[in-house]
């Protein structure tokens, strides 16, 4: 079976749940404790597909207001990139197609998941309204604190990116 490995950057507003995302998946664990992500953090999971495995190796990017804030260097190499928002705080996708427009002109061969996280604090007609007024498709409603939708959302980004 061959082994290929790929850069994956989650990106996105600060208090998101893009450490949780990474926790949930990589450690199947959850804290309600907040700790800010200083820079970058980086973590590696294989993920096995029937033909292949991908070393996944994920950055962990500290959050911005806006992604022109993150260092350019975070970017480099990065097959794939996962933007993270809250389904519970509008502020945190109000720029989300700047975000995604600057991101695709950075990284023109990368490949895009779009997350709404947080989903266990959402009632169903609030996702909605979401989704409605969301400018770009939404891939994945996800819940760190749950675990829903996190292991499907890194299995997509891994099989895109192969």
Known sequence: MQQISKKVILVGHFGVGKSSLVRQFVYQKFSDEYLTTLGVKIDKKLVEFAAHTVNMIIWDVAGEVTQKKVPTSYYLGAHGIIYVFDL??????????????????MLPQAHFCVVGNKRDLVKD??????????????NFLTSAR???HVEEMFRYIAEQMT
């Open 88 to 105: 519970s705080r509008s502020s945190t996708f109000q720029n989300v197609k700047e975000d995604i427009d600057y991101l695709r002109k």
């Open 146 to 148: 749950t675990g829903e």
């Open 125 to 138: 007609e609030d996702i909605a309204e979401v989704k409605q007024s969301f400018p770009l498709e939404i």
